[in-house]
């Protein structure tokens, strides 16, 4: 049987978005760079989950809502498109799923978080561009070990083959997943993204949230409020209404939508 091969990535629109203009060889400097830049760039957000919609996980889908329609997306969506990037510049890169574990449930969590592991200088790093505002800045090596990332530190552990992914300044648990190595495909995204969307005891259904990262500042709407995380401290303010919301999604996230949209804050 002839399988096709994967639909081509638009890499000028793609650098385009992130404003990453450096060189394009699969080294782990150029890595680092791309992921750092994606990470500044496009935000983590649920919103088309509250619209009712079901995030697509095909590439043009991806392309057209995070690349030209300047959205953001969760995990699934930020990244098999980054996976498609490194791809299409000749990293090898293998896609993996872990079970988030930040905020200490009580009931294990579903797997329902995707990253990717990604050869480059001779080694292994951990990508993750879409863990939101706390995940990694910058690939971390696959081995067990601490780093600091622009003051943010994170650190790999490994224990009869589970990898755990902590960050010590987590306000709610440093340790924020577990995976293995178990290579996974893209239908087995498609039924982790489908509950992720459309189950409905998903943390994703419940309120609007959206993220991002920079070196030295996090921002993050959750649960009704608007948070600015630094190295020295955190700032929070309500969020008095949707108009509010729609004002900080636009103005703090670059992230519009049409008129008479509305999110619902949680009470």
Known sequence: MNVP????????????????????????????AMHRAHRGSIPFENLD????????????????????????????EQNTLFAAVLEALGYR???????VLSGA???????????????????????????????????????VGGHSQDGWLVELRESAGLWTLSCPQYPSDPVMYVFDRQPQIASDYEMANFYTACHPTS???????????????RLIIR????????????????????EQLLGL?????????PAGTRFELPA
């Open 105 to 143: 449930p009580s009931v294990p969590r579903p797997r329902t978080h995707m990253m990717l592991a990604v050869e480059a200088d001779g080694g292994e790093w951990l990508c993750d561009v879409g863990f939101g505002a706390w995940g990694i800045l910058d690939p971390v090596p696959l081995a």
């Open 249 to 257: 999604l636009r103005e703090r996230f670059g992230l519009s939508f």
């Open 203 to 217: 943390q994703f259904r419940r309120a609007p949230t959206a993220q991002i990262a920079w070196p030295h500042e």
């Open 5 to 32: 091969p994967p639909p081509a990535v638009d890499l000028e629109a793609y650098f385009a978005r992130i404003g990453y203009a450096g060189p394009r060889t699969s080294n782990a400097a150029v890595l680092q």
């Open 49 to 76: 989950i509250l619209l009712g919609r079901t995030p697509s996980l095909d590439l043009p889908n991806l392309e057209a809502k995070l690349v030209a329609g300047r959205r953001g997306g969760y995990c699934f």
């Open 93 to 99: 890169v293998e896609r993996l799923i872990g079970r």
């Open 223 to 242: 649960n009704g409020e608007f948070h600015t995380v630094r190295l020295d401290g955190t700032i929070t303010v309500p969020i008095e209404g949707p």
